[in-house]
């Protein structure tokens, strides 16, 4: 039996932005096949091309890697974050969003960092375009069709709603009992 692991992480600037990135997901020109524009509350304009999406870092977690470790990775590789601290709220159980098909076990965190630096771009996966948005701005790229893929975005975002649900309602201690949650204190480096 074959195993896919891989990781979204949702990552949060002290100021609240999210860190998301642009991905070129060519299979996308079969079924979806318009260019948006989004203007940020920075006055920041993101375009996203027919065969891009707009998502959080992520991806395979490597043979013999951690899931935090992997995340971490990920996280630095598509973001370009310097060196600091995080708190991590990963999910625990794993999601199989495919399960009709291939089990692909997908894991969910949400890592509240310490430092507002990024890269613009990165070399990862071929160059990635790197934006801090706000709450809203990513409402506005979710319901503008810039968001396209549930598993690079989607899921983290749902998770990322539980989780700030739970700590603005105290329930956090509850999501931890069950086995759901687990929080990580780290040290991000590159």
Not at 100 to 122: I, K, P, Q, W
Request: contains cysteine; neutral net charge.
């Amino acid at each position: 039996e074959k195993r896919f692991p891989g990781g979204n992480i949702v990552p949060i600037l002290p100021d609240g932005r999210f860190l998301m990135i642009v991905e070129c997901r060519p299979v996308l020109l079969q079924y979806y096949k318009t260019m948006s524009l989004l203007q940020l509350q920075s006055s920041e304009v993101i375009s996203i091309d027919a065969d891009e999406s707009l998502e959080f870092p992520g991806g395979a977690i490597e043979s013999g890697e951690s899931l935090s470790g992997g995340f971490l990775r990920e996280l630095v590789e598509e973001t370009g974050i310097p060196e600091q601290t995080a708190c991590l709220y990963r999910r625990i159980p794993p999601l199989f969003p495919l399960v009709s098909d291939v089990a692909h076990e997908m894991y969910f965190t949400v890592a509240y960092l310490s430092g507002v630096r990024y890269a613009r771009t990165t070399k990862s996966d071929g160059g990635l375009r790197v934006y801090a948005l706000t709450q809203q701005d990513v409402l506005h790229a979710i319901r503008r069709g810039m968001v396209k893929s549930g598993n690079a975005a989607m899921l983290g975002w749902g998770f990322y709603k539980e989780i700030e649900e739970a700590r603005n309602t105290s329930s956090i201690k509850d999501l931890i009992a069950d086995k759901y949650v687990r929080i990580e204190h780290v040290k991000i480096k590159r």
